[in-house]
């Protein structure tokens, strides 16, 4: 476990790219949609997707956290395994604290009535909807997911080389127009958008979480081929 813990200190020690960045990037996002809601000429509520930007940023801390720093592990002799561990701890770590800073920005616009513009960037209904451990939930899955789908695509790049990546997300669009395609001929949107309203946000972050974890899978069996 120490050995873990410091690989935690390892990706921490450029503390840019885990805190201070997506930091930025929220708070920029913020101010940029609160003064496009004032802007606004209605009452009614506003809604943005501004927020997310953050959470997208951290596909690109994925691919840094692979391709940059695993080299640096390798030069102090730390494992393949302990590497992987203590990067996916990290990722949980930094996902959770950025669901709770949406957690943190949903009460202040609560409070505040929308930043007094009656605009929304943390606080949206539907994620909301079952309360704040379910708003946490969506938040930290989808960062998480987007982390480690980025340190996968590194650690597959890594691995095999750029063809078999190019390979991987070829297949991954013809499987997901295939789907597109069976559920358009078979008539089954219908059932489709029942079955997602059912679930909920909520309901779809927990299969968020199954589908990170097969990606964490997957991209431990490739780590064991990367080359620093």
Known sequence: MRRVLN???????????????PLIVLAGATVISVLIYAMIPVDTPKYGGGGQAPLWYF????????SLTFPFSQAMSITRRDFFLGTMLTAVLASAFMGLLFLIGGGIEMVTNGWGVNGYVFYLPDLWRVGWFGA?????????????????????????????????????????????????????????????????????????????????????????????
Not at 11 to 21: A, D, E, K, L, Y
Not at 59 to 66: E, L, N, Q, R
Not at 174 to 196: A, D
């Open 59 to 66: 596909f690109a801390i994925g691919i840094s956290a692979m």
């Open 136 to 228: 946490w939930t969506v938040y930290f899955t989808l960062a998480l997911f987007l982390f480690v789908l980025g340190f996968t695509g590194a650690t597959i790049y890594k691995s095999w080389g750029l063809t078999v990546l190019t390979i991987v997300w070829v297949t991954l669009a013809l499987i997901l127009v295939g789907l597109v395609f069976l559920t358009t001929r078979l008539n089954l949107w219908e059932q489709v958008w029942h079955t997602i309203g059912d679930l909920g946000s909520f309901g779809l972050a927990l299969w968020g979480l199954v589908v990170t974890a097969v990606c964490m899978t997957v991209s431990f069996i490739a780590f064991r081929r990367t080359v620093p």
């Open 7 to 21: 690989v935690i200190r390892l990706q921490m020690i450029n503390r840019q790219t885990f805190i201070w960045v």
